[in-house]
């Protein structure tokens, strides 16, 4: 049987996806083995707080969403109603994922400028105006959107045949919301340059810019794969952006526990609590 260009363009993307998903799932089984003692460090011997909470919730939420991805590239694609469903769960935990791994930074940004409530007001207020209208517009467009298998026997998963135009909102906002709190990093930066800031600030800082520069790298280019790209091509990086950026945000948290630990126990002028990411003078 002889098979068009488009059904053979449609099989070759779908095999493409699942395996990114693969690689995206080693990956993240590499990374948590070799974090695994420092890991569990910090889950044994921290205090339970709000952003330990965050913590376990972004870090084991991916594995829900990493086996969520597996199964819907390998279940049978003959029953495209399962293909919605698998969908919109995959859909639903990338944004509770985005939002957790978002939240470290606004609690940074937001020890950076000393708790200034000014600029926690103005962060969660632009971060749920376009949480609610990611989520609007992103079932919007996946709830009615027709999916479509492969044609070539032997490929499994399927994929969002209609337009992809209203998914790059999301990742538009997003990016809209990341270039606000490097900005704000930028500004405290800027005004305490001259204070000499100790070295955990200048993790801090050099963390946020890090994430937000990749973050806005890779929103970069699922806009223009969800404009352009065709058949799997188009979101097959969603759930790669979003796992990408709870490994990074799980990771820059150990990091920085360790060097506030260790500040704290050599008895440095100033050190961050990881309850409320505040600064604190540990003298008074």
């Known amino acids: ?16 996806a699942t395996y990114i998903y693969v690689s995206t799932a080693t990956f993240w089984t590499y990374d948590y083995v070799c974090s695994l003692h420092e890991e569990w460090t910090f889950l044994l011997e921290s205090h339970w707080n709000k952003v330990k909470g965050m913590y376990i919730v972004t870090r084991y939420l991916l594995f829900i969403l990493l086996i969520s991805n597996l199964y819907a590239s390998f279940i049978s694609n003959e029953n495209l109603s399962k293909c919605r469903v698998s969908g919109n769960i995959a859909t639903g935990l990338d944004i509770v994922s985005a939002m957790f791994s978002e939240c470290f930074f606004i609690l940074r940004t937001y020890a950076l400028w000393n708790n ?49 135009i ?5 990742f538009i906002l997003l990016s809209i919301f990341q270039l606000e709190l490097m900005i704000l990093t930028l500004i405290c930066a800027i005004q ?12 801090l800082v050099n963390h946020n810019i890090s994430y ?15 404009l352009f790209l065709k058949y799997a091509y188009g979101n097959m990086l969603h759930d790669v952006q979003f796992a990408i950026l709870a490994i990074l945000a799980t990771r820059l948290h150990l990091h920085l526990w360790r060097m506030s630990r260790h500040a704290h126990s050599s008895g440095a002028f100033e050190h961050i609590t990881m309850s409320d990411m505040s600064f604190v003078n540990p003298t008074t």
């Open 1 to 16: 049987m002889e098979y068009s260009s488009d059904d053979i363009a449609a099989a070759r993307s779908l095999q493409v």
């Open 116 to 164: 200034n409530r000014i600029v926690l007001a103005i962060m969660l207020s632009t971060f749920f105006t376009f949480s609610v209208a990611s989520i609007s517009v992103t079932f919007a467009g996946t709830v009615p959107s027709a999916y479509a298998t492969s044609t070539i026997p032997g490929i499994t998963a399927c994929y969002q045949s209609s337009t992809n």
């Open 166 to 170: 209203p998914f790059f909102i999301p």
């Open 192 to 203: 305490t340059w001259r204070r000499h800031p100790n070295r955990l600030y200048v993790v």
């Open 212 to 226: 937000y520069t990749f973050s806005l790298l890779i929103s970069l280019t699922n806009i223009l794969a969800s």
